[in-house]
């Protein structure tokens, strides 16, 4: 029990690519937990990928918006833009201290404390305002299902 129920997937088609990460933890326990130190991006001493920089973004896909953690990696092949947050429940957060008060609050109140992390990304060639358009328009299409899985999973 703790370890988290993962899903990789990659959506494509005729134009673009993008890659969906998502990392469910029920029963979290110390090793097992949505918020560690060990849930990074990238390992700074990766051999093959280096995070190039990161902010915040407001992102709106149609009947809602939602602030996730925009990051920039790079290998000698490729760039991706990688979008990244939390999933609580009835909440979503890209600050992880703010996360692991909800899963706090949760328990205290004698609630499940599962969470998710969800990632997308996809590959940009010059700049990386060119993947915005593809990650929203992933958004918009996907989000509801997602979503809804997220529920069904959580209502287990």
């Known amino acids: 029990m703790g370890d988290p129920a993962q899903l990789r997937l990659a959506y494509r088609n005729a134009k673009s690519s993008v890659d969906l990460y998502i990392s469910y933890y029920r029963n979290q326990r110390q090793g ?27 992102v709106d896909f149609g ?12 290998s000698p092949s490729k760039n991706l833009l990688v979008w990244r947050w939390y999933w609580l429940g009835d909440e979503e957060t890209t600050n992880a201290y703010i996360a692991k008060m909800v ?20 590959s940009y060639n010059e700049s990386p305002d060119e993947a915005v358009p593809v990650l929203q328009g992933y958004l918009r299409d996907m989000m509801p299902e997602i979503a809804q899985s997220l529920k069904d999973a959580e209502d287990r």
Do not use: C, M, Y
């Open 32 to 58: 097992k937990e949505l918020i560690s130190s060990g849930n990074v991006l990238v390992p700074e001493l990766d051999p093959i990928w280096r995070s190039i920089g990161g902010h915040p973004r407001l």
């Open 63 to 74: 009947s809602r918006q939602i602030t996730v953690n925009e990051s920039q990696l790079r």
């Open 103 to 122: 899963i706090a609050r949760k328990k205290l109140l004698g609630r499940n404390d599962d969470g998710a992390e969800i990632i997308i990304a996809t």
